[in-house]
């Protein structure tokens, strides 16, 4: 199993708390798409042997491509991969994006998953954070997505806005209720220096909740999840049966994906990940040379087991024990001696060979994880 | 080039300066124009050779070179530069230099004028009768202003102006003026080779190689290769194997007389036994005298490090012990806490020494320690008429055991612009300070002297200065004699519990301000945790300040965007590396920097 990123580094404006390089101009979009159409010439032996299960157009917005540009990409990746055995493509969308030509304009291709980008259900939240879209529109999208031929869907919110209220919170949850969104992302909003948020914040324009109330939103979206069925098999990712997210899935498994586009992440399923330039002029310069400017890191067997207890310990299937023991005796006990105060105040409870977050220990996963680093 | 071997062609100098005001750089130019160095060679400010003296951009060991110049006579001379540490805790060493030298040049930055720190190290040049010979530094700078310092100068010192030389360290403009100009006015050396051995010891160095060796000033007398020579104030014997001069490396000579600047190697391999100040005589010299004013440098300071993994202990003794080899000023002895298990009370000249040998531990030794609130040595008498010396507040007996507490006092000099007099009283007077004299040197210097508390200074008494009188204070001190004093223990609790290294003597009167500061400061650098914590002061069972850290609500950030594991990996990595930093007080992690930052408590 392998999947496939494409970053697509273009955003028709910049969010107040996104702290990426990217580009809010348009200039170097055909630029891009045409260096990435190369880069998948130059890159095919990365995933070899690996059947090819998943691609996700990531950004950025990738929704701001056309639908020629989404059929050269899926021409140019039908040539150089088999796509017969795909189980997920996503796309990631902002809700003004989806119109019902942009449907339309992807019916025919392998697409068969939307993220939407919806963030809050209030307009005045969508103001405070610089979305380009309205709660109208996230409502205009859903019901385009419900109807077209995809297999599933997905939307992210954030929590912890500024001014927010619990009733807020709650309400933003029963309208996803309402939509019958089968997946759900939700993250507390993290203030980035050096964003447009954090200036605000300072400046006292905006208020953020206090961490007690960020924490009763997180408490009060995981009793929620669980009351209407949601699986919450990752610690910000929630789903109905049968409608995880694979590709995504991929990063926390340890599974090997090829990034492609700037600034794109890539793993080889062993011990390489490397990463290309971030910067879009630079990147498709060096491509037009033949050539992909990437640095690239080797995991040390360290490394491995950081990665291995930083990612597991926010699924559900937790950190099990034969995995660690598999990595070397000395990295079962490392663990265990490191999380045993977590066990005694139940952040963390092993059962069957697998240690588990509670829900207590799912406020503290950070903490949890680099308490058993080894560095 | 061979130097005229007579000792009229010798002259001996240091360098007063203000930290800044181009010292290093303006010696780096001296030994390029001499050819006493290469330029390929010059590490930017060859003198002060150890990474931190760059850095902290001060001299913390005295350093010595000979250069040698031909003047307009067509003779050679022979150019000692001795260059002197730039810090109070190190005054004693100041002085030292400055006894082995006829003359200094007193360099001062054109765009800043004269600096008070300048101040004390200037009149003890005097005070040593040295020929001072004023530069003004930068003239190449556009803010230069030569006629202000002129005037500060002329007012200083009493000089003509014409006898100040204009120079650039970075053009190296003037500088052939100063060689010219040492050459000129400051005395040769006096003294007679053939008389009985005097050189005064005035810096050590320890080499991993050759074991210790002493740089001195002969003033009377020829010191030889294979002499058997004795140190005067520590009776000891040796045979000097090797002695010679310092240029860039150390070169062998057969001997050194009367008025020369040089290095002996005896295979001490321990700097305790060389003592700055000490005399060098000839062996069986019954006659011999020492030179004035050596004095036995005593700590001043004393504070327990402890290693952050009690598993480091030894490593930590032994790294303990090879900085001992070449900083013979500091003392250790092991010790125990109950908060920090096995470590060593240490003693100092200073607070800046303290912290210089916390930095070497790690950066020479990858030592990383915590150290405990510094505190002065107190002497304790007992109802049952024991003395005993508390080195340590732990030490300190039950107070209804106690007769008395006696606190050493210092005799401290201000030197500074009398605008700044009355913010300056009002600081000494908070520290239990009495103003003893008020002395103006010129109408724009004022000295004051105080009888004060040497534990008042320990903690921000220099910072404080430096920030009411806008850095124009300079500050030096001696030990004054033992006073008795009303102290009283201050202890720390952290959730209920003892932290016994954050135990404090304080003056009563000062108790409940200074825990009240302890602990808002605490709560300052203690991170949260996932529990509340109450930080408490107390005097015995009595709580006098109390502040509470709330808990930790949540640690756990969102996504990984598009795959990029590695990112999230390095913050955490980062993340652990600031916990081993940190050391488990009961349940509590206590950040390493905690102990010695707590009591920074202005800033």
Known sequence: ?375 | MPAMNDMQYIRNFSVIAHIDHGKSTLSDRLLEFTGTVGQRELQAQTLDNMDLEREKGITIKSHAIQMYHQYKDKKTYTLNLIDTPGHVDFSYEVSRSIAACEGALLLVDATQGIQAQTISNLYLAIDNDLEIIPVINKIDMPSAMIEEVTEQIVDLIGCDPDEIVHASGKTGEGVENILNAIIERIPAPEGDPEAPLQALIFDSVFNPFRGVIAYFRVFNGTIRKKQPIRFHNTGKEYVAEEVGILQMDQVPKPALSAGNVGYVITGIKDTREIKVGDTITAVGDQEAQPIQGFEEVKPMVFAGIYPIDNDDFEDLRESLNKLQLNDASLVFEPESSVALGFGFRCGFLGMLHLEIIQERLSREFDMEVITTIPNVSYQATTKKGEFLIINTPNDLPDPTLLDFIEEPYIDAQIITKPEFIGSIMKLCMDKRGILMKQVYLTTTRVELTFHMPLAEIVFDFYDNLKSISRGYASFDYAPLDYRRSDLVKMDIKLNGENVDALSALVHRSKAESFGRQICKKLKELLPRQQFVIAIQAAIGAKIIARETISALRKDVTAKCYGGDISRKRKLLEKQKKGKKKMRQVGKIQVPQKAFLEVLKLNK
Not at chain 1, 105 to 130: C, H, I, K, M, W
């Open chain 1, 1 to 375: 199993m392998s999947g496939i990123y494409i970053h697509i580094p273009f955003c028709k404006r910049k969010c107040h708390y996104c702290n990426f390089h990217l580009s809010a101009s348009m200039k170097y979009k055909d630029d891009v798409v045409a260096a990435i159409l190369k880069e998948i010439s130059l890159t095919p032996d990365f995933l070899k042997g690996k059947q090819l299960s998943t691609i996700y157009f990531g950004g950025g917005t990738p929704s701001i491509l056309s639908s020629e540009d989404f059929a050269l990409i899926f021409n140019q990746l039908e040539a150089h991969y088999s796509l017969d055995c795909l189980k997920e493509v996503t796309v990631e969308c902002n809700p003004d994006d989806v119109t019902p030509d942009f449907i339309r304009g992807l019916e025919g291709t392998p697409v068969n998953r939307y993220s939407l980008g919806v963030q809050s259900f209030y307009d005045g939240d969508l103001r405070a954070l610089n979305r380009t879209h309205t709660k109208k529109q996230v409502f205009q999208a859903i019901e385009l997505i419900r109807h077209s031929n995809a297999k599933s869907w997905t939307l992210d919110l954030i929590y912890g806005l500024p001014e927010m209220t619990m009733e807020r919170w709650m309400s933003n949850l029963q309208m996803t209720h309402a939509v019958d969104a089968p997946h759900i992302s939700a993250y507390a909003l993290t203030v980035e220096p050096r964003t447009a948020l954090y200036h605000f914040i300072q400046k006292r324009q905006l208020r953020l909740p206090d961490d007690g109330q960020v924490t009763a939103h997180f408490d009060a979206l995981m009793r929620w999840a669980g009351e209407r069925g949601y699986e919450h098999y990752e610690i910000s990712n929630y789903a109905l049966r049968g409608h995880r997210a694979v590709h995504n899935s991929s990063y926390w498994e340890g599974q090997a994906y090829l990034g492609l586009g700037p600034g794109a992440h890539s793993f080889d399923g062993a011990f390489i990940r490397r990463w290309n330039v971030r910067n879009n002029p630079i990147y498709v310069r060096k491509i037009a040379r033949g050539e992909v400017p990437y640095t690239s890191e080797m995991l040390t067997p360290d490394d491995l087991y950081n990665e291995y207890v930083m990612t597991r310990l926010r699924l559900s299937s937790g950190v099990s024990r034969m995995d660690l023991s598999g990595m070397g005796e000395r990295y079962l006990h490392r663990f265990e001696e490191a999380i045993s105060p977590h066990v005694e105040s139940t952040l963390i409870q092993l059962s069957e060979g697998h240690w588990r977050l509670t829900d207590a220990g799912k406020h503290f996963a950070d903490r949890i994880a680099s308490d058993a680093f080894i560095i």
